[in-house]
C-alpha cells in the first residue's frame, strides 16, 4: 500500500487495519547462537535470507532498516555487490529462512515476530534474535485522495463500527481475519511517512 501511494499519489491512508487481534508487528534479526553477529554493522559482508520480495517483514523491512543503517544491501546473485554490502538471499518460506540460517546456508535472518514466536522450539533454541525494528501497522486501509471529505467520514465511521455488533464481526472475520478497523495516529503517521521512502522493491536488473 504505501509502495503504492509513494509512486502514484493517489491514495491517502486513512484506518489501521487490526487482524486477528494484533495491530502492530516488527521485524526481529536472528543469527545462530554461536555467531559473532551482535548488531546490523556485522552483517557487512555477509548473506542475509530474507523469504521473498512482496513480504513487508521478511523483506521490505529488514531492507529499510538496513539502509537507514547505513549499509547497502544488493542479491547475491548482483555482480555490482561488493565484499562491503549486505548480499541477501530468498528461501521462499519463513520455516525455511530459520532452517538455512541454522545450517550455514545464510549468517543471519529477518521476518516478524510472529515468525519468531511461532518456530518449532528445536529450531528456535538454536537460534538467538540481535536486533528488532520498530513496530508498524499491520495493515493499512486507505482512501482515494480527493474523494469527497462527507464520503470518506461517512466510510470511515461505518468501518470502525464493524466490530460494535455480532454480524459486523462475522464480516470482519470473513475477511481475512479482520478484528477491527481503528483509525491511525499522529505516532503512526508520522512512522509511515518515514517508511515510505525506503518500503520499495530492489531496481530491476
Known sequence: MLMLQERSASLAPALAVVRQGQREYHTVFFTRKEAPIRSLSDLRGRTLVLQVVRSTSAFALPRAELERAGLTVGAADDSSITG????????????????????????????????????????????????????????????????????????????????????????????????????????????LRGLAAVLRPPPAR
Open 84 to 191: 562491503q554490502h549486505v548480499r541477501y538471499v530468498l528461501a521462499l518460506s519463513e520455516i525455511n529462512q530459520a532452517v538455512w540460517v541454522l545450517h550455514g546456508r545464510g549468517d543471519a535472518g529477518a521476518f516478524s515476530d510472529a515468525n519468531w514466536a511461532a518456530l518449532p522450539d528445536r529450531i528456535r533454541s538454536q537460534l538467538r534474535v540481535f536486533h528488532e525494528t520498530k513496530p508498524v501497522v499491520r495493515g493499512l486501509l486507505s482512501f482515494r485522495t480527493g474523494l469527497d471529505h462527507r464520503v470518506r467520514r461517512t466510510a470511515e465511521e461505518a468501518l470502525t463500527g464493524l466490530d460494535a455488533d455480532e454480524a459486523g464481526r462475522a464480516a470482519l472475520q470473513a475477511a481475512a481475519g479482520i478484528t477491527r478497523f481503528e483509525p491511525l495516529t499522529a505516532a503512526d503517521r508520522q512512522e
